[in-house]
């Protein structure tokens, strides 16, 4: 019987390494809500989004037609992205201990809807979103950009 639960064990620890969650410690947010197909691209790797994956620093996020993604960042920060939108995270930074909160991302094109998390509440100024037309800056809990081509 022991032998079975020391097996058991190293199946789920080895299972858990090859989880989305193996770079958890490297995470930003993860995925929790995905329609269609959207892919991220990350130092010019492209994997398909699956619930639940891992979103981290520098990220692309591309939704194709139909698709829609919603993320949660670890300042409960929730980005949804709409159809056909490109979507990127230059700088996010959420550290309650060294009094350091940042959210910066760029919206190419599409849609998007945000709700403020504990980096807006500490910090409004820090929260900034670029679009090719200009920059919004947070001043409120939610708000939704749409960026046409």
Same mark, same amino acid.
């Given at each position: $019987?022991?032998?079975?639960?020391?097996?058991?064990?190293?199946?789920?620890?080895?299972?858990?390494?090859? #989880? /989305?969650?193996?770079?958890? %410690?490297?995470? !930003?947010?993860?995925?929790?809500?995905?329609?269609? =197909?959207?892919?991220? #691209?990350?130092?010019?790797?492209?994997?398909?989004? &699956?619930?639940?994956?891992?979103?981290?620093?520098?990220?692309?996020?591309?939704?194709?037609?139909?698709? #829609?993604?919603? +993320? +949660?960042?670890?300042?409960?920060?929730? !980005?949804?992205?709409? /159809? *056909?939108?490109?979507? %990127? !995270?230059?700088?996010? @930074?959420?550290? /309650?201990?060294? @009094?350091?909160?940042?959210?910066?991302?760029?919206?190419?094109?599409?849609?998007?809807?945000?709700? #403020?998390?504990? !980096? @807006?509440?500490?910090?409004? $100024?820090?929260? &900034?979103?670029?679009?090719?037309?200009? *920059?919004? %800056?947070?001043?409120?809990?939610?708000?939704?950009?749409?960026?046409? =081509?």
């Amino acid at each position: $019987m022991i032998g079975l639960r020391s097996a058991m064990f190293a199946l789920a620890m080895s299972c858990l390494c090859l #989880s /989305p969650f193996a770079h958890a %410690s490297d995470a !930003i947010g993860f995925v929790r809500v995905l329609k269609g =197909e959207a892919y991220q #691209s990350d130092h010019g790797k492209v994997v398909q989004l &699956t619930p639940n994956m891992a979103v981290g620093q520098g990220t692309q996020i591309t939704t194709h037609a139909g698709a #829609s993604v919603g +993320i +949660i960042f670890k300042d409960n920060t929730v !980005i949804a992205l709409g /159809p *056909d939108s490109v979507f %990127s !995270i230059q700088n996010y @930074a959420y550290s /309650p201990e060294q @009094a350091a909160y940042a959210f910066g991302a760029t919206l190419n094109k599409g849609t998007l809807a945000y709700s #403020s998390g504990a !980096i @807006a509440e500490r910090n409004p $100024m820090g929260v &900034t979103l670029k679009t090719p037309n200009g *920059d919004v %800056s947070v001043r409120g809990n939610q708000f939704a950009v749409k960026v046409d =081509e």
